[in-house]
């Protein structure tokens, strides 16, 4: 098993392997040394002791002497035979005149083969004082060998003078010493040492032993120990697998019973949290309706339920009519609950096994389970008498409320989640276009049908070109109008089919029908970064401006996408200016702010697209966190005739200024627009008269009404 | 090599006798000594003859001879210090009517003019023995305190001993009454013993007992031999033979034979505090006693049955009774006594 944390891996140990494993390591390490210091110790013990013996046997060294004051040399022979004999330690020994010429050498079978070499004459006489001296000795150690010593001493007699010892007192009494020659032994320890090197390999093998019983209990009692620890690995594998709903086997022991008590306690926490989380996931904050990521997931289930069963099922998709006019006029606080209104009346509606959910904006879906088409119908009309009856009052205005139904009955494995939600999409867009509060059900037959087959040939197209690469970026420039320079493009998408480039109003109406919307917007900031570390030899100072959809901010991964992007190819998210919706800047919801926070802190830009056209109240400008404000070309097209479009431009164009914003003016298709746009403060222009998109950025020509035509970028 | 155990003469001593032979005449060809070295010639004097009774003169009975009395003089060691006393206790047993008794250290002793030639010379140890010889030559000799007397006697001359040492048949018995399991005993004498050894078997055949003679030639041959019969023996009979003892020895020895259980029977009291059992040494009583009736008989000219050596009778004993208990012998309660040979 090899696990991964983050970014290392590392190899599985058994915990009791490497308790043991240190312990046994420690132990041995006390038992090398405990066994350097009993060496240590046992040859500084032994030696100390040698040269005890060597003391004691100097004592014998007048016994050893005896050849040279007996009469009967063969008697002495024999006994310091047997004393050599008795002593093994006792290689030779020898004697030497009083010259310190060498008489004899005996060993423990006799005579020696090599015979002692002769005493120099300043050891004679060293020896030779020493005769009576207290310790009539000297013991040498072997240059060559530590185990090698020489005891030497001299062999002299002792008689008293005068006749009769009559007045003998042995403490006083003044003797003659007569030296007679010397005698050396040769000692040899070594088998000692040989002896001890025996025992201290016999010490290390019973401690090896001892080392090895103690690995065999240990093991034995720690897995005994943590068994219950052991226990938890199943566990606590499923915790990590994703279940929180686990009950940790107990331990009597209170280390173990206070970690299994943590492991409760963070499981529970764990649990509460999936659940919130679970929760957040598929419902919407503002109505507590499920969301669509649920729906999706429910109508799945239920298409499934449907063909094991074979029961028939509905899908209503419930658009708000007149909540714009609610939320412009009154405000997105307003607005926002009506739509909680709108989401508790629709729950009042249904049954409670049937599923309400939000699909996005003043967009609801409700699923009907086991409901055949005259009863969705029954259904779809309460719902629609429910809205009626509702009347909601704000700033003293009563607005009732409307809704357009369409309906997708379903029954069987004919068509997917997708394409169910786009069918009832499509029939309440049939309700709308008929004059609204009414339901209208997907005819499978006529022009929805046909349009249907065109939304799935589109929605086939933009997913075989996210997976293909099919999709590219072209560039449209944007005149910085006071200085006729053109570092600014906007990067328009385009899909490339077997005619040519296709726009996005073409495909986009089916991606957003069928989901795709998230993909487009990750597809198009990849392009985007890509462009710009291609641009980087080029067009080293060029901005590109890219127009995200409101569902790429409800992807709360948005940011760190961009910051991985922006790393991987090494581009500057100064580089990057990032239009939103005026709808999404001004409402602004908790997880959008997040988002464009952190899409702020890489540096990139943020611009409002189409400006104008929706919250028309210029007070959000104040807190609005952008930098470029793109006025809606609806202001633009008719500027050099219309005067009111020229008033809105130009205030728009002070108001931006003094809240420290740039201004760009779309859909300029005339030198005089951009002679009015250049007397506003505009700053910058975009549109036909300054450029055509291009599929690279391209050099633009333009006649500015206060400066020299001249080539820029 | 061996030594020799001759015995030795001091420088002083030599001197002193080569200037006495000088003076004698008796040296031949001695080296001549310069005259500071010589010692300051010590007149002997004899004892004031008592002057006669100035009473009124009485009918002159008829007179009694007299007997003259003899010169005696008495030298003893002037090394040993109880040479010194013993020959003091001599003098004081020579009864001064018969004897005029000059007392004089070895090294002082001088030869007197020929008319006061004495009439025994007592010598009190080895050295005085050598100073008569040589100082007062052709006289005769009464020596006591000489261990080596057979050394003494071989010479030849008109010379006669006493034993230094106590009875041996009376220290043999005393021995056996304070171990009386006391069988086997070893005795190491140096060389030229063999009179003194003939006395010992005699006396310890006497008594029951049975000596292992060894005759050593150093020290260290007395320690070795002793170790071989120490385990053969229930006791070590110790004699002042200073040719084949040495303390050293004597401490070895003593610490041998108490650790092998063997008792020893030493010739000197101070022996006993290095562990000796027993000791038994002369008195000086009655080595004064037994001089003067060996003077006298010289002096009377009765020396026909007169033996060359003439034991003492009586005996200074010491034992230790720790020694004794250690040895398993404990009823020794008296330490100190003298004995008396009954003979």
Known sequence: MTPTNGNTPWRSRSLVTEVLGVQLAVAALIGVIALIGLAWTSGSVIRNNLEHWATQWASELNELGAPFYLADGTESALDIERFVAKYPEIERVSWYDADGRTLQSLKESGPAESVAEALDAKRVTELATLAGAPRPYLLTQDVASTQRYRLLGPIWTESLPGDGLFDLDLKSAKTSTHLLGFVSVDLDFSSYQSAFLARLALASGVLLALLGISWACGRWFLKRALAPLSALQGSLARLAAGEADLKFPDSPHTELHAIVTALDNTTHALHKREQHLLHLANHDQLTGLHNRHRLIAELEAAITVSIGNNTKCALFFVDLDQFKYVNDTCGHASGDHLLQLAAQQLRYAVRPEDFVARFGGDEFVVLLRNVSRSDAKLVAANVLELMRGLKHVEQGQVFHLQCSIGVAAFGGARFSAQELIAQADMACQMAKAHGRNRVEFYSTAGKQSEQMARDIDWMNRLRAALENDGLELHYQPLLHIKTGKVQHYEALLRLKTEHGLVSPPTFLPAAVRFGLMADIDRCVLKLVVRALDEFRDTHPKVTLSVNLSGFAFEDDALGAYVKQLLNEYGVSGEQLVIEITEQLAVRFAVNTDKQIALLRELGCRLAVDDFGTGYSSFSYLKRLPVDYLKIDGSFIRSLPRDRVDQAMVRMVGEVARAAGMQTVAEYVNSAATLALLAKYGIDYAQGFYVGKATARPEPVEVALPHLVRRRSY | ?343
């Open chain 2, 1 to 343: 090599m061996r030594h020799d155990g001759r015995h030795r003469r001091s420088i002083t001593t030599s001197l002193a006798a080569a200037a006495m032979l000088v003076i004698a005449g008796c040296a031949t060809a001695p080296p001549p000594l310069p005259e500071a070295l010589l010692p300051p010639p010590v007149a002997i004097t004899p004892e004031p003859i008592a002057p006669p009774a100035l009473t009124a003169p009485a009918p002159r009975p008829k007179p009694v001879p007299v007997p003259a009395r003899r010169d005696v003089t008495v030298v003893f060691d002037a090394d040993t210090v109880s040479a010194a006393a013993t020959a003091a206790a001599i003098a004081d047993a020579l009864p001064p009517q018969q004897y005029r008794i000059a007392t004089v250290d070895s090294k002082n002793l001088t030869a007197p003019v020929p008319r006061s030639q004495p009439a025994v010379v007592i010598a009190v140890g080895r050295a005085a023995v050598d100073a008569a010889r040589a100082r007062l030559p052709g006289r005769p000799i009464v020596f006591c305190q000489v261990f080596a007397y057979e050394d003494v006697l071989k010479d030849g001359g008109a010379i006669w001993g006493v034993h230094s040492q106590p009875p041996f048949e009376l220290q043999l018995k005393t021995w056996q009454a304070i171990d009386p399991t006391l069988r086997g005993i070893a005795l190491i004498l140096g060389e030229g013993r063999s009179v003194l050894s003939a006395e010992i078997t005699k006396a310890a055949a006497s008594v029951g007992t049975d000596v292992r003679f060894e005759t050593s030639h150093s020290d260290r041959e007395t320690f070795y031999l002793f170790k071989r019969l120490a385990a053969q023996v229930d006791g070590l009979w110790l004699f002042p033979d200073n040719r084949v003892l040495s303390p050293t020895v004597l401490r070895e020895l003593l610490s041998y034979a108490n650790s092998h259980n063997v008792g020893v029977f030493a010739f000197n009291e101070s022996l006993l505090r290095w562990g000796a059992l027993a000791s038994a040494a002369s008195v000086p009583a009655d080595i004064a006693e037994t001089v003067r009736l060996v003077a006298e008989r010289v002096a009377e000219g009765k020396t026909q049955d007169l033996p060359a050596m003439t034991p003492l009778r009586a005996a200074e004993l010491h034992v230790n009774p720790a020694v004794a208990a250690a040895l398993g012998l404990p009823h020794v309660v008296e330490q100190h006594w003298v004995a008396r040979d009954p003979d």
